[in-house]
T-cell receptor, first 113, second 114 residues
Framework: DAKTTQPNSMESNEEEPVHLPCNHSTISGTDYIHWYRQLPSQGPEYVIHGLTSNVNNRMASLAIAEDRKSSTLILHRATLRDAAVYYCILRDVVKGGSEKLVFGKGTKLTVNP | DGGITQSPKYLFRKEGQNVTLSCEQNLNHDAMYWYRQDPGQGLRLIYYSQIVNDFQKGDIAEGYSVSREKKESFPLTVTSAQKNPTAFYLC?????????????FGPGTRLTVT
């Protein structure tokens, strides 16, 4: 399984932007980069995904390095509700086409009021 | 509202007993998954199913069993053979065709075995 490396924890202030880094130096040409987040005692929720180009949606932006060996999840204005564990995951397509997601420990984001 | 339901939210069992965790989805997804999460850790895949009446072992299938008799349902049985069953169990579903479709997760069941 292709691996990702994330900082264990990060801290931010409310209303400020947050840049969550992820290294994935062993990424293959067809791996998608996914981000999920998990609030305490809840199931993870999808945030964003991308392949090569930067991506934006209502929740966040994903900036992907030109060599695809790293990416950054950007929360433009952090709120207290963004405090969660953020997982950077490479898509591993198992036999048959469904997605096997390999979760690491993620980055625990603390947002200060 | 479409989504995934897991019941119960909390479950307590005595050691040596089998226990079945429920997972139902009304998203019309073909694929369903079971993950286990231990405190401070990421999720680990137990079993997954891409289609009715078919399922495959994930990374930590020992001591668990599943069935997929209906598209909407994917129950997980934690057997007495599972050495450390106390954990947070999460069910998920996704589409299986096209580009990278996201997985939708249920709220989880926290199982405590004493």
């Amino acid at each position: 399984d292709a691996k990702t490396t994330q900082p264990n924890s990060m801290e931010s202030n409310e209303e400020e932007p947050v840049h969550l880094p992820c290294n994935h130096s062993t990424i293959s040409g067809t791996d998608y980069i996914h981000w999920y987040r998990q609030l305490p005692s809840q199931g993870p929720e999808y945030v964003i995904h991308g392949l090569t180009s930067n991506v934006n949606n209502r929740m966040a932006s994903l900036a992907i390095a030109e060599d695809r060996k790293s990416s950054t999840l950007i929360l433009h204005r952090a709120t207290l509700r963004d405090a969660a564990v953020y997982y950077c995951i490479l898509r591993d397509v198992v036999k048959g086409g469904s997605e096997k997601l390999v979760f690491g420990k993620g980055t625990k984001l603390t947002v200060n009021p | 509202d479409g989504g995934i339901t897991q019941s119960p939210k909390y479950l307590f069992r005595k050691e040596g007993q089998n226990v079945t965790l429920s997972c139902e989805q009304n998203l019309n997804h073909d694929a369903m998954y079971w993950y286990r999460q231990d405190p401070g850790q990421g999720l680990r895949l137990i079993y997954y199913s891409q289609i009715v009446n078919d399922f495959q072992k994930g990374d930590i299938a020992e001591g668990y069993s599943v069935s997929r008799e209906k598209k909407e349902s994917f129950p997980l049985t934690v057997t007495s053979a599972q050495k450390n069953p106390t954990a947070f169990y999460l069910c998920a579903s996704s589409r299986t065709r096209g580009s990278s479709y996201e997985q939708y997760f249920g709220p989880g069941t926290r199982l405590t075995v004493t």
